[in-house]
């Protein structure tokens, strides 16, 4: 009896033997539930049955190219109960190779070998389109660089932006690189203001030639230390400080075009243009105040400005003894500035393409307007408005008088050689 007991036990011995065995092997072959790609890229998704330890899997998760050269990768969980992990490549694939997913020696959270060997054979279609890091040369032209030729369309002025401090948009060009369609050149329209932070911002709908859509994207923040000018301005070298106070309509005026006074018109002009810069509605012209004031065509003084201000509501005050701090000052504090010149103080300028110093032989004293400055070369010059310019133009068709600069001290003695002040427009 006892020797049947005996050849009982070994019996049902075996045989859960058997059945854990079956039973392991079964969970073994469910361990992996699910592996799919998720993307034309490369990536893979797999989901186990049981939570799993990232470490404890690390090296049991292998992709292969088709000479068996390991790729490297990276795992991390798609979720939060850590059963579904995500596979990419730490480089790009290349497109139309083939490659192998193999997952072997699996260890559960218990540190527990499962041996459930699963491989699948993949091949990658297309890449991810991707940006490089911008090149910003010493001009601040700015060169983009793809991963794969790109389609140059109207899309790409919605996707690729420079933006100033203040979220405002420049005005940019773009254009292929030296007939490269994996490289854009950017040119930056507006004038970049020294000191100033700026971000380029690529984001959108930039497609390959392959039709691959861009994934990633760029906001790249860049300050402009200094910027090398056209030598053809008559400057310098290097702008290091620039404030300009403009509108984004136009307000200038050529006191040449305003009718039979029009030698007399520098006051009537830079009044008109003083209102005009507060109020892009403008109820009055250059001849309606020449009626007003003076209409036997004598030249305006400061009391005429002043009642000119007063009758139209520009906030206006006057300073005296002008100094050379006094006019920065004003322009950093957002403000214009009327001077009454006299032009000898300003040297001639020879060459028609300079935009500094006096551009006419023969100019009489006469009312400007001082708008902004630019420090070049560690010398500050005045950007102004000179109405007295009677069609004076550069090769482009610009106003000689609009934007003109002069330098610093040459203004301040042009002034102090005069009346010895200055009309102080306020923006508020």
Request: charge should be negative; aromatic fraction near 12%.
């Given at each position: 009896m006892k020797k049947i007991i005996k050849i009982l036990a070994v019996i049902t011995f075996v045989l859960l033997s058997i059945y854990v065995v079956i039973n392991l092997n079964n969970k073994y072959q469910n361990f992996i539930i699910e592996a799919?790609?998720?993307?034309?890229?490369?990536?893979?998704?797999?989901?186990?049955?049981?939570?799993?330890?990232?470490?404890?899997?690390?090296?049991?998760?292998?992709?292969?190219?088709?000479?068996?050269?390991l790729k490297e990768i990276t795992l991390g969980f798609s979720d939060e109960s850590r059963q579904s992990?995500?596979?990419?490549?730490?480089?790009?694939?290349?497109?139309?190779?083939?490659?192998?997913?193999?997952?072997?020696?699996?260890?559960?959270k218990n540190n527990i070998k499962i041996n459930n060997y699963y491989s699948q054979e993949f091949n990658v279609n297309m890449k991810?389109?991707?940006?490089?890091?911008?090149?910003?040369?010493?001009?601040?032209?700015?060169?983009?660089?793809?991963?794969?030729?790109i389609i140059k369309?109207?899309?790409?002025?919605?996707?690729?932006?420079?933006?100033?401090?203040?979220?405002?948009?420049?005005?940019?060009?773009?254009?292929?690189?030296?007939?490269?369609?994996?490289?854009?050149?950017?040119?930056?329209?507006?004038n970049l203001i020294p000191k100033e932070e700026y971000s380029i911002v690529v984001k959108g709908e930039i497609?390959?030639?392959?039709?691959?859509?861009?994934?990633?994207?760029?906001?790249?923040?860049?300050?402009?230390?200094?910027?090398?000018?056209?030598?053809?301005?008559?400057?310098?070298?290097?702008e290091s400080d620039r404030k300009s106070i403009d509108t984004n309509y136009e307000w200038y005026i050529d006191q040449g075009n305003?009718?039979?006074?029009?030698?007399?018109?520098?006051?009537?002009?830079?009044a008109v243009m003083a209102k005009k810069w507060l109020n892009k509605d403008l109820d009055i012209s250059v001849k309606r105040s020449r009626e007003i004031?003076?209409?036997?065509?004598?030249?305006?003084?400061?009391?005429?400005?002043?009642?000119?201000?007063?009758?139209?509501?520009?906030?206006?005050?006057?300073?005296?003894?002008?100094?050379?701090?006094?006019?920065?000052?004003?322009?950093?504090?957002?403000?214009?500035?009327?001077?009454?010149?006299?032009?000898?103080?300003?040297?001639y300028e020879t060459d028609e393409d300079s935009h500094v110093n006096r551009y006419k032989l023969q100019v009489k004293k006469h009312y400007i307007i001082i708008k902004g400055y630019i420090v070049v070369d560690d010398k500050l010059y005045y950007e102004v408005y000179d109405?007295?310019?009677?069609?004076?133009?550069?090769?482009?068709?610009?106003?000689?008088?609009?934007?003109?600069?002069?330098?610093?001290?040459?203004?301040?003695?042009?002034?102090?050689?005069?009346?010895?002040n200055i009309v102080i427009i306020s923006s508020e």
């Open positions: 799919e790609t998720m993307d034309d890229y490369g990536t893979w998704y797999v989901k186990f049955e049981y939570e799993v330890n990232l470490d404890n899997i690390r090296n049991s998760i292998k992709i292969i190219d088709e000479n068996g050269k992990i995500v596979i990419k490549p730490k480089e790009e694939y290349e497109i139309n190779k083939k490659y192998k997913l193999i997952i072997d020696d699996i260890y559960n991810p389109l991707e940006v490089l890091n911008p090149i910003i040369d010493e001009q601040y032209k700015i060169k983009l660089i793809f991963n794969q030729p369309n109207d899309k790409i002025y919605e996707a690729i932006k420079v933006i100033d401090s203040k979220e405002k948009s420049l005005g940019i060009e773009i254009d292929y690189v030296n007939n490269s369609d994996k490289e854009l050149s950017i040119k930056i329209l507006d497609i390959s030639v392959y039709d691959n859509i861009m994934l990633n994207g760029i906001n790249q923040k860049f300050t402009v230390e200094k910027i090398k000018l056209d030598k053809s301005l008559g400057l310098g070298t290097y305003t009718g039979e006074y029009s030698e007399n018109n520098s006051g009537p002009a830079v004031y003076y209409p036997g065509g004598d030249e305006w003084f400061l009391v005429t400005l002043i009642d000119f201000f007063n009758e139209f509501s520009v906030p206006a005050s006057v300073s005296e003894n002008v100094n050379k701090d006094d006019i920065k000052k004003q322009i950093d504090d957002d403000n214009i500035v009327i001077a009454y010149i006299d032009p000898k103080y300003i040297p109405p007295y310019n009677f069609g004076s133009v550069y090769k482009d068709g610009k106003p000689k008088g609009k934007d003109r600069f002069y330098y610093e001290e040459d203004l301040i003695n042009s002034i102090k050689n005069t009346w010895d």
